[in-house]
């Protein structure tokens, strides 16, 4: 009887489905003492299972005799992705892209990209679903990358994307420490035909770039940066780091002359929006590399 007792206490709650509904109004009746949050996390990892199958769209349908059950923060999750899901629900999944993969394909490169793996994620568990791109990391910066999960997601944050980004923080490695220890740098960026951007005048082609820093902490040649892009111009913190006389960490390309780690040190760290369905502010973080902290023993 003990046994079978202790059995009883780690089954996942189970809820019998009585008439049709989609699955976040459903939750939200049926489980007692968790918020509206609680709920919407349980889903975004994939905690809850209709009929067996785990799901996280907020608008799985539902018929009368389905059951629905929260598994426990220890089951096996279905991910298949070769990097950290920070978070998914219908209308965005956003990801802790890895240094060293590309965010989309290029000539060169066509299958191993993010965009890819996130497409081959959600197909695996949706026959036909797609994923659309809201915005690129450089292949060697790592960090949070979002993308949408249906047409209007992607229109609405390409139409208002300015209003709805909060804030689109880095932490980046420099060789140096800048003076002063925190501003705010301004230029108009021009690309090349060798597609490299420099700080040039107003004028045809040349796009406004706004971009904050703060010195965290520094050491042994190094510092480490705390970043605000107000806008998001290509390689944009590469250029103004280069031009302010301390370029990041290798950065070969834009005046590096160190490759403490064996890669650009520049980390996507924070993105901050206004969701498109709750209008809520939200926040993603991707914790800063570990090899990060070698530069600085």
Known sequence: MEHQNRR??????????????????????????????????????????????????????????????ILPSSAPRADALPFPLLYEDEHLIVVNKPAKLLSVANDKEKVRTAYHMVTDYVKARRVGERIFVL???????????????????????????????TRRGYLAVVEGTPRPDRDTIRSFLVETDTHLSFSGAPGRGAKEAVTSYEVKKAGGGYALLDINIETGRKNQIRVHMKELGHPVAGDKQYGARTNPIGRLCLHASELSFIHPATREAVTFKAKMPRDFNRVFR
């Open 135 to 165: 915005h690129r990391l450089d292949r060697d910066t790592s960090g949070v990358l979002m993308f949408a999960r249906d047409p209007e997601t992607k229109e609405l944050f390409q139409s208002h994307w300015n209003e709805m980004v």
């Open 8 to 69: 009883r206490e780690v089954e996942a709650p189970v809820y019998t489905v009585n008439e049709s509904a989609t699955l976040l109004p459903f939750l939200l009746s049926s489980v007692k003492g968790k918020s509206r949050n609680n709920i919407k996390s349980l889903l975004s990892h994939r905690l809850v299972a209709v009929d067996g199958v785990p799901a996280s769209r907020f608008d799985t349908p539902l018929s009368p005799g389905q059951q629905v059950a």
